[in-house]
């Protein structure tokens, strides 16, 4: 649990000496910086540093005197400040945002995303914005467990269909899946036959999906980069959802 905390705590600007000695001041309620040294890890020759840090930060207070005591400021209290200082903070960076309009030429309908957190993020936008269906073909069953939940939710409201060539990798996720028509696995079959070019030696797909027939994005890697395009044209996106349609019973 104690390394839950740390990391959480690290992913919100906290080295890991801020992490390591917060934890152990909070776990303590009060203390010396030679209690927290034992405790957390940190180096004897850098706790006073990091305690003093936290101090000036407002996350624990000082009480000057021989030994010098360190106690926490409650975390229910300090973070629910922190967390309405933040949330009023990027409403006022949206509405900046908003404001700003730069002349450039029109947006390509192709574009990549080249991190984790933003393939995840564009996805569960997709799937929070469907509003009939959404279709997936999926490879690597770890791809979908990001979304999981999220496709969990939006099946409440939308029609799901998730097609793969092995239903036994998938079985764990909670979610239905389908196994692809002998007419769709040869599709796939006939394009790596009949053109080498057609199959990229570095490019691994682990996922399509797409939305309403408008939108679309493929998931996967390239020399072990994850990688994602989206496709944000209505006219091609729609071909490929009809084509979808007619090898595929899953969908229909």
Not at 55 to 72: I, K, L, M, Q
Not at 118 to 131: E, S, T, V, Y
Not at 139 to 162: E, F, G, M, S, Y
Request: with cysteine; net charge neutral; aromatic share 8%.
């Amino acid at each position: 649990m104690t390394d839950t905390i740390i990391e959480h705590l690290r992913r919100h600007g906290f080295s890991e000496y801020e992490a390591k000695a917060y934890t152990a001041v909070v776990g303590l309620g009060r203390g010396t910086a030679r209690e927290v040294c034992e405790i957390s890890g940190v180096p004897q020759g850098r706790v006073y540093t990091v305690l003093n840090a936290l101090a000036d930060r407002g996350f624990v207070g000082v009480e000057v005197g021989s030994p010098t005591f360190y106690r926490a400021e409650d975390p229910v209290e300090l973070f629910a400040s922190i967390k309405e200082d933040y949330c009023e903070s990027i409403d006022g960076l949206v509405t900046d945002l908003k404001k700003l309009h730069v002349q450039s030429h029109p947006p390509s309908p192709f574009w990549s995303i080249r991190s984790d957190r933003g393939i995840q993020h564009r996805m569960r936008m997709l799937i929070r914005n469907a509003g009939e269906d959404i279709v997936i073909i999926a490879r690597d069953p770890r791809t979908l467990q990001p979304i999981a939940d999220d496709l969990k939710a939006a099946h409440r409201r939308v029609n799901l269909t998730i097609l793969v060539a092995d239903r036994e990798p998938f079985s764990g996720l909670g979610l239905r899946v389908f196994t692809m028509s002998d007419a769709f696995l040869g599709l796939f079959r006939e394009m790596a036959e009949k053109s080498p070019t057609m199959k990229d030696s570095t490019w691994d797909t682990a996922l399509f999906m797409i939305v309403d027939g408008m939108s679309a994005i493929t998931v996967g890697h390239r020399g072990g980069v994850k990688l994602a395009t989206v496709i944000d044209q209505p006219a091609i996106c729609f071909m490929l959802r009809r084509l979808i349609d007619l090898l595929e019973p899953a969908v229909r």
